[in-house]
């Protein structure tokens, strides 16, 4: 056995095996893989084999499908099969709201180069014959979808990756991972001591124990999970090609044709989490005992669906265990606090996942990131909050959920209320109906007498939207309220702050007492931040940018951390509020007792605020007049009653997140992870207004930059007024130009104050003009729409910046 190496993989399931050969594939030959038992004797040997492309988070569903595509490769490759089933899957849809789900996913696949189709019941029946149609709308039908060999396919990554120049070591049990002062580690096992430059956890079912190791605490659980084989079935055997797969989320059951019988697995709702204090070291190629009793609703489900399954017998019950993340997403990338310690654990549908997660990260370690957006996979979506207290509960939610319809609009409640500011009861009396972000409890709007108090998930305009408008105009022609606790804060200070600022940022370092807007980038020039940054002093920075991003950026700021800086998160220490709308500076001014007219745009001064010293800068993401107040939690109850005191007799309304949604839309304002992530670029965006290339600094991804502004980016953001009905953009919906895709929306929604829905997409650079007619598919229809390029509030910013 070898006993150094660039990287030790621990895990041979599926996806360990897919990460040793992506990094040979990338170029990286000095990597081994250490198995304590056999390849697959995780979960991955009794997976039920099945893929599918189809997932509501659109990067997700482009990962499945480069996993999917990437068998045939193997095999080619290797020469070993993978027992690939190209048979095509069904997903059925036995109500509208379902449909709607369908029609949302169709319309992406458009511009992902996915061949789905939306068929009707006959066409299904005419598929899919052992299916019961009754009450059936639709179904989408994917042509990529299948089953494999669980144990053929992982051992073609094995050979895949040896043939690359990887060692693999199994019966090499992995006991602790101890760091060196260098940064490397030392793997030990009970076959011997390796030095890995890298480690990765691909320890599937023991993940979290193979982490505890590095002193991490992943958050993952493991659930039980059941499928049933049957007896052989003349309708099964006796046709002349395989039966497609048939997913029914109504009876959150998936059915494939096994050789000349049907097999058929379950997501139940009495469901079981396993091992919930560990997972054993014991534990082996086993199964767990039958427990047809916990299927029961689900398999008699079933049987109405596909009545054929009343006559056959069960020759097979497989019920074994694997893990999930809350969210159901894989944990991949960096761990945050570790040096050189990656995850790529919680992977719940490894043979549809297992390839793109492979590449993913072995990208990011070769080549220092990825080339697609991976937030909703990386390990850095959780912050330290996270506790095993909070995992379990949402992963037994997830399960529960599985084939549910999963709206944009939706607001999961397991687990929650877990993290809250001191305005928590405050807002609750006042009607707020709450939304969570990051663990964090935030307003999505105030419910008046008879709104709803429960905004009911829906792809259409919801019953928040009165309570939206009403928060809306309450801003524009009067001021709004609400925190600004959901902000990713930092703390920069030291001699070398400016200059450290100056190479992370790409824009300007502003001067004291006063706040610049900056992208920040990756090497290769992508986008992987857009920061507010305020000079408090010479020595001293506040930076604002994503809440939920702040896992992602401090550990960005922790791989660049220089002598003569220090950088702290202090997004839970300093709070507060914004003050917005035409009424928004005599607020302030009677908070303070201080004429405020020469407060400029862009301005940040320490301020008392009543009794409460605050940080006070002049702007609002809603495009009004307005005021970020920042100040310590401790003082925030004692704030807003200054506030409010101030503010209620000129009318001051509290607003949510709906409402700010809806303001930022008036002025085309962007926001992280729709218009803003490390899929796009600054001159894209625009954002490139706000590169300081006249700064004599070197900044990460200034390269990148230049270059893209020499030859110009092939698409570009562009605003769109969309002639919907009672459904807006969300995200990811078709452009069609002429007849044809040729972009995308990456947000939307309805601006209340002009009364017009919009939406914000790429289109090619070449046709961005006032007025391009375009078309946009909505759940499956056609809305036409007309660029827009004049914003539709306080056009010249005179408001603003007045
Ligand atoms: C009943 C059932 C049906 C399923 N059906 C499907 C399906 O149809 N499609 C699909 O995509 N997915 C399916 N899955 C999920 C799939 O099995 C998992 O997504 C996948 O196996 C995860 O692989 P992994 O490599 O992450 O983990 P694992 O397979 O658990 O592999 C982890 C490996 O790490 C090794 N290891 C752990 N600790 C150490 C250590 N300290 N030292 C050395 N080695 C160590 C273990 O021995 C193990 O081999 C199913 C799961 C179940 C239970």
Redesign the pocket.
């Known amino acids: 056995m070898k006993t150094t190496t660039r990287v030790a993989v621990?895990?041979?399931?599926?996806?360990?095996?897919s990460v040793l050969y992506h990094l040979t594939k990338l170029g990286w030959s000095d990597v081994m893989l250490?198995?304590?038992?056999?390849?697959?004797?995780?979960?991955?040997?009794?997976?039920?084999?099945?893929?599918h492309t189809l997932n509501g988070d659109t990067n997700m569903a482009a990962l499945q499908g480069y996993t999917i595509k990437l068998y045939r490769e193997l095999e080619a490759l290797t020469g070993l099969s993978c027992g690939l089933h190209h048979v095509g899957g069904l997903t059925l849809a036995d109500n509208q709201d379902r449909f709607d789900m369908i029609l949302a996913e169709r319309a992406k696949h458009r511009f992902m180069g996915l061949e789905t189709e939306v068929i009707g019941p006959d066409e299904i029946k005419k598929r899919a014959p052992i299916t019961n149609i009754n009450g059936i709308v639709g179904a989408l039908f994917d042509p990529l979808d299948g089953?494999l060999d669980?144990s053929g396919t992982t051992h073609a990554y094995a050979k895949a990756a040896r043939m690359g120049g990887a060692s693999i070591e199994t019966h090499?049990?992995?006991?602790e991972t101890n760091q060196r002062p260098d940064g490397s580690w030392d793997v030990v096992?009970d076959q011997g001591t390796i030095h890995a430059e890298h480690v990765v956890n691909?320890?599937?079912?023991?993940?979290r124990?193979?982490g505890a190791?590095a002193g991490v605490y992943l958050p993952l659980h493991p659930m039980e999970?059941?499928?049933l084989v049957t007896d052989d079935l003349p309708e099964i055997y006796e046709r002349d090609s395989e039966h497609p797969h048939v997913l029914d989320p109504g009876g959150e059951s998936?059915l494939r044709q096994e050789g000349r019988g049907l097999c058929i697995?379950f997501y139940e709702q009495p469901c079981r989490p396993w091992a919930v204090n560990g997972t054993s070291?014991d534990f082996g190629a086993e199964l767990l005992p039958d427990d047809l009793d916990k299927i029961e609703q689900s398999i008699a489900f079933a049987y109405d669906r596909f009545p054929i399954l009343g006559t056959a017998g069960v020759k097979r019950v497989?019920?074994?265990?694997?893990?999930f993340a809350p969210d159901g997403n894989p944990l991949v990338g960096p761990v945050p606090g570790l040096r050189n310690y990656w995850s790529?654990?919680g992977?719940?549908?490894?043979?549809?996942?297992?390839g793109g997660v492979g590449l993913m990260l072995a990208q990011w370690m070769i080549e220092g990131e990825t080339e697609q957006n991976t937030f909703s996979l990386d390990i850095a979506r959780y912050g330290k909050w996270i506790s095993p207290g909070y995992t379990l509960p949402k992963v037994i939610e997830f399960y529960q959920k599985r084939f549910s319809v999963s709206y944009p609009n939706e607001e999961r409640p397991a687990a929650r209320p877990n993290r809250t500011t001191p305005m928590y009861d405050i807002f609750s009396r006042m009607g707020a109906v709450w939304g969570q972000q990051f663990g964090l409890e935030v307003v999505n709007y105030f419910a008046r007498d008879g709104e709803p108090d429960y905004e009911t998930p829906s792809f259409r305009r919801s019953d928040a939207f009165a309570a939206t408008g009403r928060e809306v105009r309450g801003v524009r022609e009067g001021v709004g309220i609400n925190e600004v606790q959901n902000f990713g804060k930092y703390r920069v200070a030291g001699d070398h702050a400016r200059a450290w600022l100056d190479r992370i940022m790409a824009g300007r370092v502003p001067q004291p007492g006063r706040v610049s807007l900056t992208p920040m980038l990756s090497p290769k020039g992508r986008l992987i931040g857009d920061f507010t940054i305020s000079c408090l002093s010479e020595t001293e920075y506040q930076l604002t940018a994503s809440y939920g991003a702040q896992a992602f950026h401090m550990r960005w700021f922790d791989q660049h951390q220089e002598d003569g800086v220090s950088v702290e998160n202090i997004s839970d220490q300093r709070t507060g509020f914004q003050i917005a709308g035409p009424k928004a500076r005599a607020v302030l001014e009677a908070c303070t007792g201080t004429d405020l007219s020469d407060m400029k745009f862009l301005d940040v001064r320490h301020m008392r605020v009543g009794m409460t010293d605050c940080i006070v800068q002049r702007l609002s993401y809603t495009g009004d007049l307005g005021y970020e107040i920042y100040c310590d939690p401790m003082a925030q109850r004692q704030l807003w009653a200054t506030l409010w005191a101030a503010g209620e007799p000129l009318g001051m309304v509290p607003f949510g997140m709906r409402a700010m949604m809806s303001l930022r839309l008036d002025r085309f304002f962007g926001s992280w992870l729709r218009e803003f992530s490390q899929d796009y670029t600054p001159a894209e965006t625009g954002l490139d207004r706000f590169i300081s290339f006249k700064k004599n600094v070197d900044f990460i991804g200034r390269e990148a930059a230049e270059a893209e502004r020499e030859t110009g980016p092939s698409r570009k953001l562009a605003s769109f007024e969309v002639a919907a009905e009672d459904a807006d953009v969300q995200g990811y919906e078709p452009i069609w130009l002429d007849g044809a895709v040729r972009g995308f929306c990456t947000s939307g929604g309805y601006s209340h104050h002009a009364g017009k829905s919009i939406a914000i997409g790429f289109v090619p650079s070449d046709r961005l003009a006032e007025g391009l007619e375009a078309e946009i598919e909505i759940l499956g229809q056609m809305r036409p729409a007309r660029l827009i390029t004049t914003p539709l509030f306080d056009p010249e910013g005179e408001r603003m910046r007045g």
């Open positions: 621990i895990g041979g399931g599926v996806v360990g095996c250490l198995e304590r038992s056999d390849l697959t004797s995780g979960s991955t040997w009794h997976a039920a084999g099945g893929f089953h669980p090499c049990m992995v006991r096992t691909a320890g599937g079912l023991w993940a124990e193979v190791m999970h059941q499928y998936y697995g070291w497989i019920h074994g265990p694997f893990t790529a654990c992977v719940m549908a490894g043979f549809s996942q297992g």
